[in-house]
């Protein structure tokens, strides 16, 4: 099955500890991205990588962490440095046209 | 910085046309682009303008002014599935990464029977 492969699904997490939200892929792309969604608010960009072994900050990279030692995984770590950790989190390849297209996204909750 | 603003919420009634207007304002414009979130699941793409003018896509057509900064997504025949958050969002700079998109908040659409 080809795609975004996002997980967990759900994740709750204590203050003060770190957690690894996972991406995989196989659609051989090389840019991958993650994004933050809170309610009410629009979708924002943490990090990116177009190539593997290389990342760049989105909008908002302070509290997180990115990894790219392969093409096919882009693991996002919410370190005990991000504030405010809880919210639904999205990570996307480009669509042939330029369009983003998702994961099914992993719901964080600090308790 | 990038302004995206659409109306937080609407509501029409099943068979119905709704339009979803969108305005931004943007250091650079590369396209401007539609999805549809229903509650709980990842956005889903369903347009994309670059160019002005109309796009026609089955029940659902956006349109595009770039020189008045104006976007809407049209949607026709309604559905108690269409039932969900609709985003607006742009790509600014042309050198910028192509995934890199500049959201609005959503308008969360209500259809009634």
């Known amino acids: 099955d080809g795609g975004i492969t996002q997980s967990p699904k759900y994740l709750f997490r204590k203050e003060g500890q770190n957690v690894t939200l996972s991406c995989e892929q196989n659609l051989n792309h090389d840019a991958m991205y993650w994004y933050r969604q809170d309610p009410g608010q629009g979708l924002r960009l943490i990090y990116y990588?177009?190539?593997?072994?290389?990342?760049q900050k989105g909008d908002i990279a302070e509290g997180y962490s990115v990894s790219r030692e392969k093409k096919e995984s882009f693991p996002l770590t919410v370190t005990s440095a991000q504030k405010n950790p809880t919210a639904f989190y999205l990570c996307?390849?480009?669509?042939?046209?330029?369009?983003?297209?998702f994961g099914e996204g992993s719901r964080l909750t600090v308790l | 910085g990038q302004n995206i603003d659409q109306p937080t919420e609407m509501t029409a009634t099943e068979g119905a046309i709704v339009q979803i207007n969108c305005t931004y304002q943007t250091s650079g414009f590369n396209g401007l682009f539609w999805y549809q979130q229903h509650a709980g699941e990842a956005p889903t793409f369903l347009s994309y303008n670059v160019l002005d003018g109309l796009e026609e896509k089955g029940r659902f057509s956006s349109f595009l002014s770039r020189s008045k900064g104006y976007s809407y997504l049209l949607l026709k025949e309604l559905q108690m599935k269409d039932s969900a958050s609709y985003l607006c969002?742009?790509?600014?700079?042309?050198?910028?990464?192509?995934?890199?998109?500049?959201f609005g908040r959503g308008t969360q659409l209500t259809v009634w029977p």
């Open positions: 969002a742009v790509r600014g700079d042309r050198g910028s990464t192509l995934g890199r998109l500049y």
């Open positions: 996307a390849l480009t669509g042939t046209g330029g369009e983003l297209f």
């Open positions: 990588s177009q190539i593997v072994n290389d990342f």
